[in-house]
Each structure stands twice: as C-alpha cells, then as structure tokens.
C-alpha cells in the first residue's frame, strides 16, 4: 500500500516563528502536494511538485514556501507563521497521468 | 479555470434511506473526475472515480457515481446508508491537460442518524 507520512499530527507554534511541515512518499510518486482545509471551504492547494527541485503554485501560496530535495520528500514551510495560518494541512502523491491522489493523516498547526 | 461545487455542505439522513450527494464542475478541457471521503480525525481516502468509458461508476463500501457531461455533474449516491457513512465526502477534478493540479470543491457532510 502507498504510504503517505506527515511528521507531525498536531503543531503549536507562535506567531512569528518559521515553520516547518514535512511529508514522505514510499511510492516513488513523481507528484505531491499540499492543501490546507478548513471548515466550508473544502481543501486549497497551497503548491505542488511535479519533480525533484519542481514547483508550481497553487490557489493560495502567499505566506508559504516548499522544498523538495528528495523525490519522496515535500516539505511546506511557513516563513513568519501568522494566526490565519492556523488550518489542518494534508499532503497527498501521485504517480501523475490522472490518477488518484493519495493522502497523509493531516497537521493540524495552531498558531498562538 | 475550473472550479467544483458542492451545493449541500450538510445533508442529514436517516439510516437505511437513499443518498445523493451533488456535484458540480466547470472546466473549458476534459476532466477526470474522483470522490473522496474523509471519516473523523482522518486523511482522505478515495471512493471511486470516472477516468473514461461508462458513466456509472461503482466505488467502494456500497456507492455510486453518474458522469453527465452535458450537465457537467458527478452525483454521489447510496441506495441505503449506514450509520457508519457519517463522514465528510469531497468532489474533486483533474484536467486531462495537466495532470498536476486536483481541485476539491468544499466538501459535504453527511450524518446518518439512527
């Protein structure tokens, strides 16, 4: 089974400090993404990765930035966390082609 | 641009009664089409999805699914549900020329009452 980790289930930070969300893939996934979700508004995809070293925005990449130095890992950082960043954040892979995207269990960040 | 919305954010129901969760899309190419479903404290999980071919879509734990490209929707539907499909269900869609971005409407939530 595809195996989609998050680092870390649940997140306090202050406001402020910079943030890091990591996120592996045992796939070999040549995709992965971040999305943020919150209550209403479904899930927004912040950015994605395409390739090792690849990046592309999403709906909503202000106050974000992403590293992927690793095929298998996408890191989501947030530079100066702010207390409108606090969401759950999902990272998902994929093989690409249109096909299924799979997911991690989710940080929920609160930031104080 | 595309876009996907989910109509009902809530939809109550009671157990052993049929489902229909709506979704709409918007796109100016060809689309693919997916469910999820997300059960409390939990990632998503895939249900079932349209890629090509016939437009009734069967997925996992009883539900369905119609394509109907000239009303550019993807109902969801269970003939009879169960306490335990209390989740929260999101419709998504992936261009057929980028396959990078999948965009999820807003989600709906189901609740299955005994």
């Known amino acids: 089974d595809v195996k989609v980790t998050q680092s870390s289930r649940y997140l306090v930070k202050r406001t402020g400090e910079k943030v890091f969300l990591e996120c592996v893939q045992d796939?070999?996934?040549?995709?992965m993404f971040w999305y943020r979700q919150d209550p209403g508004l479904g899930l927004r995809l912040i950015y994605f990765s395409y390739d090792v070293k690849m990046k592309e925005k999403g709906d909503i990449p202000e106050g974000y930035s992403v590293s992927r130095e690793k095929k298998e890992r996408f890191s989501l950082i947030l530079e100066s966390a702010s207390t409108n960043q606090t969401s759950m954040y999902l990272c998902?892979?994929?093989?690409?082609?249109?096909?299924?995207?799979?997911f991690g269990q989710g940080t929920r960040l609160t930031v104080v | 641009a595309q876009s996907v919305t989910q109509l009902d954010s809530q939809v109550p129901v009671f157990e052993e009664a049929p489902v229909e969760l709506r979704c709409n899309y918007s796109?100016?190419?060809?689309?693919?089409l997916f469910w999820y479903v997300q059960y409390p404290n939990q990632g998503l999980q895939l249900l079932l999805k349209y890629l090509s071919g016939s437009t009734l879509v069967k997925g996992i734990n009883g539900f369905e699914a119609e394509f109907n490209k000239s009303q550019t929707s993807f109902h969801l539907r269970k003939p009879s549900v169960h306490i335990s499909d209390t989740a929260e269900y999101f419709c998504a869609v992936v261009r057929m020329d980028s396959s990078y971005k999948l965009i999820f409407g807003s989600g709906t939530r189901l609740l299955v009452r005994p």
């Open positions: 796939m070999d996934h040549e995709n």
């Open positions: 796109s100016s190419v060809s689309v693919y």
């Open positions: 998902a892979s994929n093989p690409g082609g249109g096909t299924e995207a799979f």
